[in-house]
């Protein structure tokens, strides 16, 4: 069965401590694995797309890597405007979009 | 840049109403799909369209209709509100229908049935 697994849950960090999220799948014939953010009382928004292992994005303070099982997100000297919840999914062969239930990160200044 | 639209924000409606949550997107997308998400249950998909005319069931599509008269607009009708059915709904829509497109969402519908 197609599943999307994230930890931790949540995560406090004070601002400038680097840490990593994980996102662990399991999926038939990976299609793309996406990174979302979400800002409570908003709609996620797109942060990168991975498509195969040993691929990675970056953009400002995050970065995203991908092996044939899960996938991380560096976040290096975070902010407190990096608060928010980070939603991993994966594409499967079967055409279907799969969402893990999401990391809420806090940066404490 | 509009994107995505979806209204209303927020709607409360007692068990037994019916009412359509609107969604629009002006980017020309093939593909849109509504989810509902609800606390450490992550985003599950209720109905999804491949293009105009063209529409199929998600993960959770009991209680829920929809349809794609136009390339731009695809609406989510609760047909009997149940308590059950209170969430938050974001409608979401991507370039083509192919897996593995980035997907794009609105703003989310937040929806209490009492």
């Known amino acids: 069965e197609d599943q999307v697994t994230q930890s931790p849950e949540a995560l406090r960090l004070q601002e400038g401590e680097s840490s990593s999220l994980n996102c662990s799948y399991t999926?038939?014939?990976?299609?793309?694995l996406f990174w979302y953010r979400q800002d409570p009382g908003k709609g996620p928004e797109f942060l990168f797309t991975?498509?195969?292992a040993g691929e990675e994005k970056e953009k400002e303070r995050l970065k995203a890597t991908l092996t044939k099982k899960e996938s991380f997100l560096h976040i290096t000297a975070p902010k407190p405007e990096d608060s928010a919840t980070y939603l991993c999914?994966?594409?499967?062969?079967?055409?279907?979009?799969?969402f893990g239930s999401g990391t809420r990160l806090s940066i404490r200044p | 840049n509009a994107g995505v639209t979806q209204t209303p924000k927020f709607q409360v409606l007692k068990t037994g109403q019916s009412m359509t949550l609107q969604c629009a997107q002006d980017?020309?997308?093939?593909?849109m799909s509504w989810y509902r998400q609800d606390p450490g249950m992550g985003l599950r998909l209720i109905h999804y369209?491949?293009?105009?005319?063209?529409?199929d069931q998600g993960e959770v599509p009991n209680g829920y209709n929809v349809s794609r008269s136009t390339t731009e607009d695809f609406p989510l009708r609760l047909l009997s509100a149940a308590p059950s059915q209170t969430s938050v709904y974001f409608c979401?829509?991507?370039?083509?229908?192919?897996?593995?497109?980035?997907?794009?969402f609105g703003e989310g519908s937040w929806l209490t049935v009492v």
């Open positions: 979401a829509s991507s370039y083509s229908s192919r897996v593995g497109n980035t997907i794009y």
């Open positions: 999926v038939s014939g990976l299609r793309g």
């Open positions: 991975l498509y195969s």
């Open positions: 999914a994966v594409g499967s062969s079967a055409s279907k979009i799969i």
């Open positions: 980017m020309n997308h093939e593909y």
């Open positions: 369209s491949v293009g105009a005319g063209i529409t």
